[in-house]
């Protein structure tokens, strides 16, 4: 086995699944892409760097459990590397941002399965997410995946 972390930012929605009051679907696209963290007097700047159009797709359903707290299962498609299964680690959370019309949450999901790539991976992906009135959905991701 190896190791093997990453980190991408991946764009797209969330809306209602319908006749459900308590489901929604995700969808969101990330481009292969460099994360920058510079550290300096100033303060931190950051920046998303696109790199080419090969793209990661994430699919989800999420199930809302109570005020503010939801468990979430779905799939994330690596381009043609492969793709892994997932589903939430414990319970994700959901609340105010501070900022009018923005949610912001935090999710942790264990790797279940995989192909590709991706085939055997286990791990674990931790997501920050901010989630608009409108459904518009910023989710960065972690992942810290163990492959063969």
């Known amino acids: 086995m190896k ?3 990453f980190a991408l930012q991946f764009k797209g929605n969330g809306a ?4 459900s009051d308590n489901r929604l679907r995700a969808k ?3 481009s292969s892409q460099a994360l920058k963290a510079v550290l300096g007097a100033t303060g931190v700047q950051a920046t998303v760097e696109p790199m080419d159009r090969t793209t990661a797709v994430f699919e989800s359903e999420v ?3 109570g005020q503010g707290t939801f468990i ?3 799939s994330i498609a690596y381009g043609t590397a492969g793709q892994v299964a997932f589903k939430t680690v414990g319970q994700g959370i959901i609340g105010p941002s501070g900022m009018d019309d923005l949610q912001r949450g935090a999710v942790i999901w264990e790797v279940t399965a995989g192909d590709g790539q991706f085939a055997g991976a286990t ?3 931790t ?6 009135g409108k459904g518009e959905v910023v989710d960065n991701q972690f992942a810290q995946l163990f492959v063969k």
């Open 127 to 132: 997501s920050n997410f901010t989630l608009t």
């Open 3 to 5: 190791q093997l972390t």
């Open 16 to 19: 209602p699944v319908p006749g």
């Open 28 to 30: 969101t696209i990330a």
């Open 72 to 74: 979430e299962s779905g």
């Open 63 to 65: 199930q809302i459990t």
């Open 123 to 125: 791990g674990l992906i």
